[in-house]
């Protein structure tokens, strides 16, 4: 069996960046399906409070955040490479401009009456309800655009990708695949799926190609999981040694202090615990829990802050 367990819903973009990286990568998984909305009682005893999706449970270590979770594949399954070594920089920061920038216009021209009703036409008017009260207290002051802004930056930046793939290139950086295609595929995903607003896909013809040449990759092989056998399986666990790692002191902390990390855009569930772990690219708390006993929670550094408790 893997050790590797998905916590996520059928419809997240960011899942479903992991679950084609698990595909890319042919690593077989567990798949814990989590409620899309507060509240979320395995997963938040797992993380400490963090509800983003997705995240992912290897034992008793949790991986929050996707930057970070597709570095852990990496560092699991070094080929085929997420990050090719001619374009890594360009790649990191191209997929971080599509995992915020290009996300939030994405999700901003979804949302529009015909998008909504796309997507969400099945749920009842109490479902739709709780989940537009749910996103709108997640998101608190992160700035909104209007459908019109959203649909003509939107198109904007299509022809920008689309240019990307001139001269017959398979991928946005070339000949292999790195972390930019999958951060850009993951919301182009969802536009294809909000039925009634996905024809602004119709204008960026290569980019229709290259959406097909990467929903290929697709999931690989699965086991689906209950929480509850995920929370058995962290309790018994012990969390991976951290010992050793160098700790690069940006906070004025040390090992071992009482600290809180929480994202810095939305959903600013902070995280308390001992620090751990501080590196260029990471921080990880060590917390206890009844349920989950004790674990070690790991963020990306980048978007995420750091505080003495
Ligand atoms: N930067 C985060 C973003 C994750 C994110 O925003 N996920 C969305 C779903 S696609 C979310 O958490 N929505 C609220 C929820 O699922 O509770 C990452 O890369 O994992």
């Given at each position: 069996?893997?050790?590797?367990?998905?916590?996520?819903y059928?419809?997240?973009?960011?899942?479903?960046?992991i679950?084609?990286?698990?595909?890319?990568?042919?690593?077989a998984?567990?798949?814990?399906?989590?409620p899309?909305?507060?509240?979320?009682?395995?997963?938040?005893?797992?993380?400490?409070?963090?509800?983003?999706?997705?995240?992912?449970?290897?034992?008793?270590?949790?991986?929050?955040?996707?930057a970070?979770?597709?570095?852990?594949?990496?560092?699991?399954?070094?080929?085929?490479?997420?990050?090719?070594?001619?374009?890594?920089?360009?790649?990191?920061?191209?997929?971080?401009?599509?995992?915020?920038?290009?996300?939030?216009?994405?999700?901003?021209?979804?949302?529009?009456?015909?998008?909504?009703?796309?997507?969400?036409?099945?749920?009842?008017?109490?479902?739709?309800?709780?989940?537009?009260?749910?996103?709108?207290?997640?998101r608190?002051?992160?700035?909104?655009?209007?459908?019109?802004?959203?649909?003509?930056?939107?198109?904007?930046?299509?022809?920008?990708?689309?240019?990307?793939?001139s001269?017959?290139?398979?991928?946005?950086?070339?000949?292999?695949?790195?972390?930019?295609?999958?951060?850009?595929?993951?919301?182009?995903?969802?536009?294809?799926?909000?039925?009634?607003?996905?024809?602004?896909?119709?204008?960026?013809?290569?980019?229709?190609?290259?959406?097909?040449?990467?929903a290929?990759?697709?999931?690989?092989?699965?086991?689906?999981?209950?929480?509850?056998?995920?929370?058995?399986?962290?309790?018994?666990?012990?969390?991976?040694?951290?010992?050793?790692t160098p700790?690069?002191?940006?906070?004025?902390?040390?090992?071992?202090?009482?600290?809180?990390?929480?994202?810095?855009d939305?959903?600013?569930?902070?995280?308390?615990?001992?620090?751990?772990?501080?590196?260029?690219?990471?921080?990880?708390?060590?917390?206890?829990d009844?349920?989950?006993?004790?674990?070690?929670?790991?963020?990306?550094?980048l978007?995420?802050?750091?505080?003495?408790?």
């Amino acid at each position: 069996m893997s050790d590797i367990i998905l916590h996520h819903y059928p419809n997240s973009p960011f899942a479903e960046k992991i679950r084609l990286i698990l595909g890319f990568k042919q690593i077989a998984w567990n798949s814990v399906m989590i409620p899309v909305i507060m509240p979320k009682p395995d997963l938040t005893a797992l993380t400490g409070g963090y509800r983003r999706t997705p995240v992912m449970q290897i034992g008793a270590d949790i991986y929050c955040d996707t930057a970070l979770i597709a570095d852990v594949l990496e560092r699991i399954s070094p080929s085929p490479s997420l990050y090719p070594d001619a374009v890594t920089g360009l790649a990191r920061t191209l997929s971080q401009w599509a995992d915020s920038t290009l996300f939030w216009t994405v999700i901003a021209h979804c949302m529009q009456p015909a998008g909504i009703q796309s997507m969400f036409g099945h749920l009842t008017p109490e479902q739709l309800k709780a989940f537009s009260v749910d996103r709108t207290q997640m998101r608190g002051n992160a700035p909104r655009m209007s459908p019109a802004e959203a649909t003509g930056q939107l198109s904007e930046y299509l022809r920008r990708l689309e240019d990307m793939l001139s001269d017959g290139k398979p991928y946005l950086l070339g000949q292999q695949p790195t972390i930019a295609d999958f951060s850009v595929y993951h919301s182009l995903w969802y536009v294809r799926n909000a039925k009634a607003v996905a024809g602004i896909l119709d204008a960026t013809p290569k980019l229709m190609t290259w959406l097909v040449r990467m929903a290929a990759f697709g999931h690989h092989q699965f086991e689906k999981m209950s929480g509850e056998q995920a929370l058995a399986i962290a309790y018994e666990s012990t969390p991976a040694a951290t010992d050793g790692t160098p700790f690069l002191n940006t906070h004025d902390v040390a090992p071992g202090d009482l600290v809180t990390i929480t994202p810095t855009d939305y959903a600013l569930d902070p995280v308390q615990g001992e620090l751990v772990l501080s590196t260029a690219n990471e921080f990880a708390v060590r917390r206890s829990d009844e349920r989950a006993g004790t674990v070690v929670v790991h963020f990306p550094r980048l978007g995420f802050q750091l505080k003495k408790a």
